[in-house]
């Protein structure tokens, strides 16, 4: 008999908000060049805000492990990082 396929493996969460980073930078460049159609222009707005809220999720996932790591036990009064200049 025989096995049955392995499930693809999802990409790594830092890979795959690079590539919706990068396809909503080429999406907004596509858009600015005012070669599109209507239609075509409000399918790319349309995705465009679904690359912009997963980019979003993304990146508030990530804040929220980095508070986790910062002080399991109170998250909520993680400091924010101010990079010295």
């Known amino acids: 008999m025989a096995k049955p396929a392995p499930a693809p493996a999802e990409p790594a ?3 795959d ?3 919706s980073l990068d396809e ?3 999406l907004v460049a596509r858009m600015e060049g005012g070669d599109l ?3 075509e222009s409000l399918a790319s707005f349309e995705r ?3 690359l912009y809220r997963h980019c979003q999720q993304a990146l508030e996932q990530a804040e929220l ?10 998250p909520d009064s993680a400091e ?6």
């Open 13 to 15: 969460p830092a890979a």
């Open 17 to 19: 908000f690079e590539h």
């Open 24 to 26: 909503l930078e080429q």
């Open 37 to 39: 159609s209507l239609d």
């Open 48 to 50: 465009g805000i679904g």
């Open 65 to 74: 492990r980095v508070r986790l790591l910062l002080d399991p036990e109170a």
């Open 80 to 85: 924010p990082f101010e990079p010295e200049l």
